[in-house]
Structure formats: C-alpha cells, structure tokens
C-alpha cells in the first residue's frame, strides 16, 4: 500500500476525551474515529490489526475443531422471554420494536439464538459433540462507554458455543477452548495470564478469563510465583492460616482518639502498624441486613467472597444514619465490643493479640483488645482481597500481583440455556437428554486496544507483528530525487511479492514529519530509503520496538526483511 493513496489521518496533538493511552495512540494513528458514544468507525489502519486478530483467532478456533458461522445481530424478544433473560439483563440490553410492534433487541450476547438453532437442527447423540462460533458485532448499551475500543457499545467479539452429551464431554470441549485461547494470545505476541474468574449469576461451574497483562489494566490478578495458579483478585481464595495462639499481653484500656477516624489517622496517632488495627465495616445487603465485617486494617474487603457466603447479590456500606444508629457512635469508631449485630471477620483476624478497634463511642478506640478475654470470636471466613506477597491457597509460595485486560473468557454454562429452551438431543437409549453447554468469547477489538497498551512508548505504538497493520514500512527521505524513488518502489514491489504487507511512505513531507508518524503508528521493521545509503548501495532497518539500526545491501533487503518477518509468525 501507498501512503499516498491510503487514508491514514494521524493526529500530532493528543485528543482531549481519551484518558487511555491506547484510545489516544488508535485515535492519533489514524486507526478509528468516533462516530457516537462507544460506538466507532474502523479505518483502514484499525481494521487491518482487527482482522490479523480475527484471522488468528479463525485459526485456532477451527483447529481446535469449532465451526465458522453467523447469526443475526438483531433478536426476537421470545427467545430472551423464554430464557428469563428479557427481564434480568437490564438496560445492556438494546431493545426495540419492529413497524409490527414486535419486540426485538440487539445481541449482547448469543446463548439464546445458538441454542434456538441447535434445539431445531440437532436431534440426535451422533451429532456432537458439536462447537459452533462466530466473529461478529456485539451491542451492549454499556452505562460508561470508555477507553475506545476497550469498553465499546458496539463492538466485535468472537462468540463460540459447545454441545455436548455429559458433563465429562463438556469438560473436553472446555479444556479444546482453554487451551485454544492460550495459543491465540501466544500467536499476537501478548503477555497474558489465564486466571480463575468468578462465575458470578451465571452460576457456571467453571470460568477462566484471558488477562493481557498491562498497568492500566481494570482487572487485579494474582499468580504465583511458585506454582501455576493464577486467579482474579476478586475470586483468590486465600487459606485461612495457622492462627498463632499467644497470650494477650496488655490490658483492654479505652483511649481517647479525638477526630482520627480512618485507619491511617488512628494508627498514626497511636504511633502503631496499620496492620495492629482491626477494622469493622458495617455493610448492608441487597436483602437489608445490616452486619458487621472484620478485617485486619491493612485489608481490604472482597465484596464478592462476602455476597456468596451470605448468598446475597449486593452489599454496600452502610449510610452514615445507620451506622450511628446501629453503633451508637459516628463513622469511624466502631468496633466488636458490645456492637448488637452479627459479626463476621476475616481469616487474618482471628489470630490477632492486644489489637485496637473503634470503641463505639464517639472520639474513642480500645487497644489491648483479644478475642474471647474482651470479646466473643466472631465467625471467621475469606472475605478479603488477596494482594502481593500473600501466600499462594495451592503452595503456598508467595503471589504476585498484576494488572489485566479482560480479552478473553471460557464458562461452563451446564444445562441452564438448554433447559430454559428445551435443546434435547436423544441418547443411544433412545432418552431425551439437555444438552450440556459452555460459552467462549474473545473481544477481537479490545485484544488490538489491550496489546497497545502493552507495547507502546512516548512516541507512539509498538505493535507485535503477528497483530500490525503491516510489517514493513518503507520510508522514502526524499520522493523527489528520482533515484531514491526507484530503489524504493523497487524494494516495494519485491516485499509485495514475497507476500511481506508493507506500507511505503512516499509523501512528499519533510523526513522528520514522516519518521514521527512512523514511530506513532508502530510498524515494526522500518525501513529508510535515501541517497546517502543508496550511495553505498544500501538502505537502513530500524526495528520499532528495540530501535536497533543496521544498514542491508540493497540487494538482498527484500529477503532478508522477508526472513525476519517469518522467524516471528513461524
Ligand atoms: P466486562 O467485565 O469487561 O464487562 P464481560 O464479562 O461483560 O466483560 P463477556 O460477556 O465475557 O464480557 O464477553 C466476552 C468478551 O468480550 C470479553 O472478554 C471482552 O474481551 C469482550 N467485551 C465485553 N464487553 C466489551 C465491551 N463493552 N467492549 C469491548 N469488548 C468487550
Ligand atoms: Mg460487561
């Protein structure tokens, strides 16, 4: 492709509405362009690491034995009506109605259109195990469309769906998946950890996510650095420990803690660890109870580890009224002693001597405080957010922790679509069976989005080059000397020729101009044509990503950038 001839608008000032580094980079790289809220056009640029994304994906999908089709992106409400999901979705879910006043929505998601399919196509055992995918456009009316083509409205995912007899079918077809996603973000070049991720409502058995690791990340995830477990923060279990039973050293005495409310404000004034403190939240349940929780004061509470042992949807903080009026005192002094509600505490705490808490009473705290000598032992559970140097819940090495980008997620779904929609297939008995389901999606831009905020630097993208939008690109310095021309259109045309996607820049703009917009638009092997190498019958490689510079015999460039890309697609 010529430069000349492409569209490729890039932009030298940081656009003012993008907070993430890869939203600006796409946006100033000529990739996408706003169209509405989370909604964007692909340009040329942009839809080209989309399909290399897409083509991998393809790939591996098919190698893994699932087959390519494509449903519809616009869907009758019946189908959600009969899975219960037209109610529960809420406003993600886009609906409509047609001239005929019928109801229909966008696909968000397309469990109930797959099993519709299946439920009229596939009747008997010897027809599985079967794996059906699609790449396709996705709308979620998301209530904070953000970060480009991370957390679009409309956006493109890879949606797959499994069929099996029995669960131990499903198992098969679950680890194909896992171990397909693995290959997929190995082939674009991507740091990424596969983590245990909570099933949430769903309620699946088993779920993996496909993290890509990155700083900006919205995900917290832990591994180990001694074994191969790795989960979201949000589902590490953490062991409960060996509490040490040491005998309480000092007295319960009550101190005045004039206006210190938070943890750091008290443990700075009783010149104390953060970690000698015990905190107690109260919290109140989507169901309305209002509870105490305990937690060690450099802790941190996991909202969801709390839900499912509560087996509630939601908890909060409680409002400030109600704090005071089941504490007896204003935020920031509650404690266990004499508190009249139920109280549930972390694991940490349990093995905690002469701690301080909150002493229900306004501008004071106790220190000195043990369990069963001042206060009865609360019921100790995991209920706090794993964090680094934590011990591993398989061997207890210590976990790292890391920031993630959700590309990628693998669920067992059980029986739960084919028995809200009657999908049965019949067994060598001749038995009625539900069919046993997972669901497997890849969010094909947000991959592009995540592996830029991966791989770039202050001046622009680093692309992996399994994902570039071209391998090469051909600088010329100056288009107008005839000869720098011909031995630049020459080495083009031997790269097209051995299939290398090359982009030559052969506008006529000053050189520094066109050597920012190559750093801004990362294309990975870069290669400078002018006359003062020509002189010496050579011209410069620099690749993007190291910097690194050596000068090839014009003679064998062709080959030699053509071998280079090779060694990395393999
Ligand atoms: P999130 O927690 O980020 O909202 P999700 O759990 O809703 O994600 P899934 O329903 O599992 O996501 O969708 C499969 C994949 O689609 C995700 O792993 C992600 O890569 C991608 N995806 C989901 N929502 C969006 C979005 N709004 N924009 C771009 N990609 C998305
Ligand atoms: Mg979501």
């Given at each position: 492709m010529r430069y000349s001839d492409y569209l490729l608008p890039t932009l030298k000032e940081t656009p003012a509405d993008a907070e993430v580094i890869s939203h600006q980079l796409m946006l100033r790289a000529g990739m996408i362009r706003k169209l509405a809220a989370g909604i964007y056009n692909y340009l040329p640029m942009g839809l080209r690491a989309v399909r290399k994304v897409e083509q991998i994906v393809r790939e591996e999908m098919n190698r893994a034995g699932a087959i390519e089709l494509l449903m519809p992106m616009v869907v009758p409400a019946e189908l959600w009506q009969e899975s219960g999901r037209w109610e529960q979705y809420g406003k993600e879910l886009l609906r409509f109605t047609d001239r005929k006043e019928s109801d229909f929505c966008l696909g968000p998601t397309h469990e109930e259109v797959i099993t519709d399919l299946v439920r009229g196509t596939v009747r008997s055992y010897r027809q599985l195990p079967l794996n059906l995918y699609q790449i396709q456009s996705k709308f979620r009316d998301e209530i904070r469309p953000r970060f480009g083509l991370m957390r679009g409205r409309e956006f493109i995912m890879k949606d797959a769906y499994s069929f099996d007899l029995d669960e131990a079918g499903a198992d098969l077809a679950y680890e194909k998946m896992y171990q397909a996603y693995r290959r997929i973000f190995e082939r674009c070049g991507l740091k990424f950890r596969a983590v245990e991720a909570d099933t949430g409502n769903?309620?699946?058995?088993s779920s993996h996510e496909f993290m890509v690791l990155a700083?900006?990340?919205e995900d917290a995830i832990v591994s180990c650095s001694g074994c191969e477990y790795a989960a979201n923060v949000e589902k590490a279990e953490l062991a409960a420990g060996t509490p040490s039973f040491s005998e309480p050293q000092t007295e319960l005495v009550k101190v005045p803690t004039p206006g210190r409310r938070t943890i750091e404000e008290v443990a700075a004034f009783l010149r104390?660890?953060?970690?000698?403190l015990v905190k107690t939240l109260i919290v109140q349940t989507d169901g309305g109870e209002i509870l105490a929780v305990l937690l060690r004061g450099d802790h941190e509470l996991n909202d969801i580890k709390l839900c499912r042992l509560l087996g509630c949807n939601e908890v909060q903080l409680a409002d400030d009224e109600t704090v005071s009026r089941t504490t007896g005192a204003p935020v920031g002094f509650a404690g266990p002693i004499g508190l009249k509600l139920r109280v549930l505490a972390d694991h940490a705490v349990a093995g905690m001597v002469d701690f301080i808490t909150g002493a229900?009473?306004?501008?004071m705290h106790f220190t000195g405080v043990s369990w069963g000598r001042d206060c009865a032992a609360p019921t100790f559970a995991d209920l706090r957010l794993a964090k680094a140097g934590d011990a591993c819940p398989r061997c207890g090495a210590s976990l790292e922790l890391w920031r993630g980008i959700e590309v990628g997620h693998v669920f067992k779904l059980g029986t739960k679509y084919s028995a809200a929609l009657g999908a049965t297939v019949l067994d060598d008995q001749g038995q009625e069976r539900e069919l046993f389901m997972g669901c497997y999606g890849i969010g094909v831009g947000r991959t592009v989005a995540a592996a830029i905020e991966q791989n770039h630097d202050r001046n622009g993208i680093v692309f992996p080059l399994p994902i570039a939008p071209f391998q090469v690109l051909i600088t010329v310095v100056n288009p107008r000397e005839e000869e720098v021309l011909a031995a630049a259109n020459d080495l083009y045309r031997q790269l097209e020729a051995a299939g290398i996607e090359v982009l030559l820049d052969d506008r006529d703009e000053r050189p520094g101009s066109k050597f920012k917009d190559a750093d801004l638009i990362g294309i990975p092997l870069r290669v400078t044509v002018g006359s003062r190498g020509l002189a010496e019958g050579a011209v410069e490689l620099q690749e993007r990503a190291s910097g690194q510079r050596t000068m090839l015999p014009m003679a064998d460039a062709a080959r030699l950038l053509a071998e280079q890309v090779r060694a990395v697609l393999g």
């Amino acid at each position: 492709m010529r430069y000349s001839d492409y569209l490729l608008p890039t932009l030298k000032e940081t656009p003012a509405d993008a907070e993430v580094i890869s939203h600006q980079l796409m946006l100033r790289a000529g990739m996408i362009r706003k169209l509405a809220a989370g909604i964007y056009n692909y340009l040329p640029m942009g839809l080209r690491a989309v399909r290399k994304v897409e083509q991998i994906v393809r790939e591996e999908m098919n190698r893994a034995g699932a087959i390519e089709l494509l449903m519809p992106m616009v869907v009758p409400a019946e189908l959600w009506q009969e899975s219960g999901r037209w109610e529960q979705y809420g406003k993600e879910l886009l609906r409509f109605t047609d001239r005929k006043e019928s109801d229909f929505c966008l696909g968000p998601t397309h469990e109930e259109v797959i099993t519709d399919l299946v439920r009229g196509t596939v009747r008997s055992y010897r027809q599985l195990p079967l794996n059906l995918y699609q790449i396709q456009s996705k709308f979620r009316d998301e209530i904070r469309p953000r970060f480009g083509l991370m957390r679009g409205r409309e956006f493109i995912m890879k949606d797959a769906y499994s069929f099996d007899l029995d669960e131990a079918g499903a198992d098969l077809a679950y680890e194909k998946m896992y171990q397909a996603y693995r290959r997929i973000f190995e082939r674009c070049g991507l740091k990424f950890r596969a983590v245990e991720a909570d099933t949430g409502n769903i309620g699946g058995s088993s779920s993996h996510e496909f993290m890509v690791l990155a700083e900006s990340g919205e995900d917290a995830i832990v591994s180990c650095s001694g074994c191969e477990y790795a989960a979201n923060v949000e589902k590490a279990e953490l062991a409960a420990g060996t509490p040490s039973f040491s005998e309480p050293q000092t007295e319960l005495v009550k101190v005045p803690t004039p206006g210190r409310r938070t943890i750091e404000e008290v443990a700075a004034f009783l010149r104390v660890g953060v970690d000698r403190l015990v905190k107690t939240l109260i919290v109140q349940t989507d169901g309305g109870e209002i509870l105490a929780v305990l937690l060690r004061g450099d802790h941190e509470l996991n909202d969801i580890k709390l839900c499912r042992l509560l087996g509630c949807n939601e908890v909060q903080l409680a409002d400030d009224e109600t704090v005071s009026r089941t504490t007896g005192a204003p935020v920031g002094f509650a404690g266990p002693i004499g508190l009249k509600l139920r109280v549930l505490a972390d694991h940490a705490v349990a093995g905690m001597v002469d701690f301080i808490t909150g002493a229900n009473q306004d501008d004071m705290h106790f220190t000195g405080v043990s369990w069963g000598r001042d206060c009865a032992a609360p019921t100790f559970a995991d209920l706090r957010l794993a964090k680094a140097g934590d011990a591993c819940p398989r061997c207890g090495a210590s976990l790292e922790l890391w920031r993630g980008i959700e590309v990628g997620h693998v669920f067992k779904l059980g029986t739960k679509y084919s028995a809200a929609l009657g999908a049965t297939v019949l067994d060598d008995q001749g038995q009625e069976r539900e069919l046993f389901m997972g669901c497997y999606g890849i969010g094909v831009g947000r991959t592009v989005a995540a592996a830029i905020e991966q791989n770039h630097d202050r001046n622009g993208i680093v692309f992996p080059l399994p994902i570039a939008p071209f391998q090469v690109l051909i600088t010329v310095v100056n288009p107008r000397e005839e000869e720098v021309l011909a031995a630049a259109n020459d080495l083009y045309r031997q790269l097209e020729a051995a299939g290398i996607e090359v982009l030559l820049d052969d506008r006529d703009e000053r050189p520094g101009s066109k050597f920012k917009d190559a750093d801004l638009i990362g294309i990975p092997l870069r290669v400078t044509v002018g006359s003062r190498g020509l002189a010496e019958g050579a011209v410069e490689l620099q690749e993007r990503a190291s910097g690194q510079r050596t000068m090839l015999p014009m003679a064998d460039a062709a080959r030699l950038l053509a071998e280079q890309v090779r060694a990395v697609l393999g």
